[in-house]
């Protein structure tokens, strides 16, 4: 993973935002209201273009468009499974093709390092919509010996119209994530991208109908969670919602879906995830995974090793090395060569993490680097490391979602455990020992959906990927992540005489 990386072009220094509207039955439409929002630019601070501003009005209009495009005997029900794999594949390669387009828009909009963006993100979007397209002819029941005289088999069909709710953190891959296997079990999708990074999901817009995709199948409502996203998570012709971002926005869809039709809920949500190092771990292999674990994309990943566990024997020397490996940084514009660290993707989250610093020094933990912003145009902060830690600290509980490394200690397996688990949340973990009795010990231990051993941040698409505890429901990615969007029906045939 952290190999030399290979040689990338530059990013376009023209882009052309052509699709900043609503993407519904394959056309693009102003929004009901008439309404735009600003998108903006975290480096700099300058609006990028104005994109339609879709409400409740607008996510009507793409259900009604998804459930059309979803009726018994139309062209999506009765196309051959594997002819919806073959969508996804051409969907793939067209991605592929405008790879540097799609990289560029995602660094400038959401503030991403542009070689992350072209070599990482594209790369893990890419893989898992080839996954799910090789599944859609493969999603299949079973025949079962039951009692009586009955011919009895299951089948796996799709649930229907699915609202699905993109973060802003991983616009492009998080997009591809939930409709990749949305589509590969045939069902129908209305897509919220995040109010923050539309333009990576508008334009893939284009690209769905370029690939041949039928009306309907897919529709895209750019808007605010409160309106747009409310509309999508209580509206009683969207047959499942799937969610990726905080636990307290989670906390609201699952009571609306309750409230409403209890449609199906899938939820990615946040985390403060342990990282373990006990003494007799790959030091050099061990701050490197744990650094990135932690800085990897400025901090605004749910599974940030946010609460690193480091045993008391090499307390001082893994402080002295992370600190040393945080000091390396290059801040700036994230689409220069050079640059190692962009903007955080908004004020408010730069803010709260300006907050949550602060709340450190005051509680008591010790500032090794970092501690404040970062120069005085963009929403950059200081890569901050912090040592001497205690559990009942804001920085040891909260999801700060920012470049800030907690480095705690601990002496014993069992006192260790404990502590990782004493959180509400449960969606990773990582371990860097030598001793495999020790690692297959604690990682059967920890209350996580994740644990990582001698490693951080592998996320395969063959993978299921999700939470325990608030964490989420669910799981994405691998076999695991398409059984989520199908559901089982059993069929029995009366019958006048069963052989075995």
């Not at 879906?257 to 449609?263: T, V, Y």
């Not at 609460?307 to 307390?315: A, G, K, T």
């Not at 691998?478 to 089982?488: D, K, M, P």
Request: with cysteine; net charge neutral.
């Amino acid at each position: 993973m952290f190999s030399a990386k290979p040689d990338i072009p530059a990013p376009l220094d023209n882009v052309k935002y052509q699709y900043t509207k609503i993407f519904i039955n394959n056309e693009w439409h102003d929004a009901v209201s008439g309404k735009t929002f600003p998108v903006f630019n975290p480096a700099t601070e300058e609006e990028i273009c104005q994109v339609a501003e879709g409400d409740k009005a607008d996510v009507d209009k793409a259900v009604k468009a998804a459930r059309q495009a979803f009726q018994t005997g139309s062209p999506w029900r009765t196309m051959d499974a594997s002819e919806r794999g073959r969508l996804l594949f051409k969907l793939a390669d067209l991605i592929e093709r405008d790879r540097l387009v799609l990289a560029t828009i995602e660094s400038i909009n959401g503030g991403k390092l542009f070689s992350n963006a072209y070599l990482m993100d594209l790369d893990m979007g890419i893989k898992a919509l080839r996954y799910s397209a090789g599944w859609a002819d493969k999603i299949h029941g079973s025949t079962i010996p039951s009692d009586g005289n009955l011919f009895t088999y299951t089948r796996r069909e799709p649930i229907g119209v699915c609202g699905q709710i993109i973060p802003w953190n991983g616009p492009l891959v998080m997009f591809l994530w939930k409709i990749g296997p949305a589509l590969s079990c045939g069902n129908t999708v209305v897509v919220k991208p995040a109010e923050q990074t539309p333009l990576t999901a508008l334009y893939m817009g284009s690209l769905i109908k370029e690939a041949g995709f039928p009306p309907g199948v897919v529709n895209i409502v750019p808007g605010y969670g409160p309106t747009a996203g409310a509309a999508i998570s209580s509206h009683m012709d969207i047959n499942k919602v799937a969610f990726t971002g905080s636990t307290e926005v989670g906390k609201l869809i699952k009571e609306a879906a309750g409230k409403s039709n209890l449609k199906r809920v899938t939820l990615e949500l946040g985390g403060k995830s342990p990282c373990i190092v006990f003494a007799d771990a790959d030091l050099d292999a061990a701050v490197e995974f744990a650094h990135q674990g932690v800085f990897f994309h400025q901090g605004q990943i749910c599974i940030a090793a946010s609460r690193l566990f480091v045993e008391e024997s090499i307390y001082d020397e893994f402080v002295r090395r992370s600190v040393e490996r945080a000091k390396k940084y290059v801040l700036g514009n994230p689409l220069n060569p050079g640059i190692t660290q962009g903007p955080q993707v908004d004020k408010e989250q730069h803010n709260k993490i300006l907050d949550l610093i602060e709340s450190g020094k005051k509680e008591g933990a010790k500032l090794e680097c970092g501690g404040g912003r970062w120069g005085n145009k963009g929403y950059f902060v200081q890569p901050t490391v912090f040592s001497n830690v205690t559990d009942e600290m804001r920085i040891a509980k909260e999801e700060i979602f920012g470049p800030v490394q907690q480095i705690m200690k601990f002496k014993t397996v069992d006192e260790v455990i404990k502590r990782a688990n004493n959180t509400s949340y449960g969606l990773a973990a990582g371990i860097f020992t030598k001793d495999l009795d020790k690692a297959l010990t604690v990682s059967s231990a920890l209350q996580a959906g994740v644990v990582w051993v001698n490693c951080y941040l592998m996320v395969p698409p063959q993978c299921p990927f999700g939470g325990f505890k608030m964490s989420g429901n669910g799981r994405e990615l691998g076999e695991y992540g398409l059984h989520e969007y199908t559901e089982v029906k059993t069929v029995a045939i009366k019958i006048s005489e069963k052989n075995s």
